[in-house]
């Protein structure tokens, strides 16, 4: 058997030219045969065409590439939820832009690693610009502030409490909005803190006069409020300015998961809605939101660089002192993850290709498809609205549906491939979902979607 090629070096684009071809035809027919948002059938049905495409995974000898690479990426994007069809619209799960996607090929092909400079020389240049960006985006009256990249909004939250526990010499609690999302009590429970304390939020956003109760009966406590700038369920905003000034008056540090707001920073219309934003100790975001990155791409900024102090470690074969003395940067205190892809890579592609104001374009064109949407349903003789969007999510439901229906009728969409759709609970009753985040959707397309719902509603 003849050695298969290497996807770099001076051979690799030779060697990849041909399979790209054959992924690229793969890509094109599989979502024709899906002919929607979503696969057909069910979870069965879709589980027997992935067998079909891949049995045996490993036989005794190999297919070949043209036999096992056209065939499965038909198979995956046969049986994709597709993010850019208009009708997938379930979940913070955005259709990533081609350039960013070339991009990521690029990063794929050279593999650096970002755990020694000598793994990932430019690569790890890039990123130091990358986070220096977006530290300075968030705070852009801060001395010097920092950022590092994560692999989501999880990681992020877990990398905030974590920093924010080294901080402090006798147990931190954890104070958060019922709307927070799960990965901050979760992340609580993983670094063994005492206890969280959930604060109701029946409005929908966290009350400073509530925190400030439970800040009162916490007192003698280290304390680290989680405020959110854009909840999962429906996108809304904690009001940041008030919450920053009780978690001063408490000593408290503060932290704002702004993983899918925080790219508000770039719309001139929107990023008003952020307001205070700069005054959290650190802030979660990620742009394989409203960034359209290819997963992941996620960030945690903090206000002062010496708040990463906590994550510096040392391992010899990668940062051994007298390297870095000599002038080699150091990489393992960048992250908790040893081997790191270069994430950096596309985000600075498409920051540099669009800038602020044509990534402000793309928000401002999914928010206003949301407030677009909102009206049609407000309009809809058999829908009911939840709340005007905060951001790019509407919650809805039939009006005289049940919660069972409003399930049902969630999974039946699901089932025969016709839509994606979210569900949320809110004021004690069960909403559908629809996050828009494909700046390629047009109103025709919430149109069927609405119609789409109202004919699977039970009568």
């Not at 220096?132 to 990249?149: I, K, Q």
């Not at 650190?282 to 206000?303: C, E, F, M």
Request: net charge negative; hydrophobic share 40%; with cysteine.
């Amino acid at each position: 058997m003849n050695t298969p090629p290497l996807a770099g070096g001076t051979a690799g684009p030779d060697a990849l030219a041909p399979l790209l071809a054959a992924v690229l035809d793969a890509l094109r027919t599989g979502a024709l045969d899906r002919g929607g948002p979503l696969p057909a059938g069910g979870p069965t049905t879709t589980a027997r065409r992935v067998h079909t495409a891949a049995h045996p995974l490993l036989p005794d000898h190999g297919t070949g590439p043209d036999a096992a690479l056209g065939p499965l990426v038909h198979a995956l994007t046969q049986g994709a939820a597709d993010p850019a069809d208009p009708l997938c619209a379930a979940h913070l799960h955005a259709p990533p832009l081609a350039l960013a996607a070339a991009a990521d090929l690029a990063a794929s092909v050279l593999n650096p690693s970002l755990d020694s400079w000598d793994q990932a020389p430019a690569a790890s240049a890039l990123e130091a610009e990358l986070t220096r960006t977006l530290a300075r985006e968030t705070y852009p009256a801060a001395d010097h502030p920092d950022a590092l990249l994560t692999t989501g909004g999880t990681e992020a939250n877990q990398l905030a409490l974590l920093l924010a526990r080294e901080r402090h010499p006798t147990p931190l609690h954890l104070v958060h909005g019922a709307n927070a999302h799960h990965s901050l009590p979760r992340a609580a429970w993983l670094l063994g803190l005492p206890a969280t304390h959930p604060v109701p939020t029946p409005a929908g956003t966290l009350d400073p006069e509530a925190l400030h109760h439970t800040l009162t009966r916490l007192t003698g406590h280290p304390l680290l409020v989680a405020a959110t700038a854009g909840t999962t369920d429906s996108g809304a905003i904690d009001p940041l300015p008030a919450l920053a000034d009780v978690c001063d008056a408490h000593g408290a540090d503060l932290h704002v998961d702004a993983a899918y707001g925080g790219p508000l920073l770039f719309s001139d219309h929107r990023k008003h809605a952020l307001h205070g934003l700069d005054r959290a100790h650190s802030v979660t975001l990620d742009l394989h939101k409203l960034g359209w990155q290819p997963v992941a791409a996620g960030i945690l900024a903090v206000h002062h660089t010496g708040r990463l102090d906590p994550l510096q470690h040392t391992a010899d074969y990668l940062n051994s002192h007298d390297d870095t003395e000599a002038g080699l940067p150091d990489l393992l205190g960048r992250s908790l993850r040893t081997t790191r892809r270069p994430d950096a890579f596309k985000m600075a592609v498409t920051l540099r290709a669009l800038g602020r104001d044509g990534l402000g374009a793309l928000i401002d064109q999914v928010c206003d498809l949301a407030a677009t949407l909102a009206d049609k349903i407000h309009h809809h003789p058999a829908l009911t609205l939840h709340a005007r969007p905060a951001l790019s999510t509407v919650l809805f439901r039939p009006t005289d549906a049940d919660d069972d229906q409003v399930a049902a009728v969630r999974r039946t969409l699901l089932d025969d491939g016709h839509a994606v759709l979210g569900r949320a609970r809110a004021d004690g009753r069960l909403w559908l979902k629809a996050t828009l985040l494909n700046p390629h959707t047009q109103p025709g397309d919430l149109d069927r979607m609405l119609k789409l719902v109202e004919g699977h509603t039970p009568r």
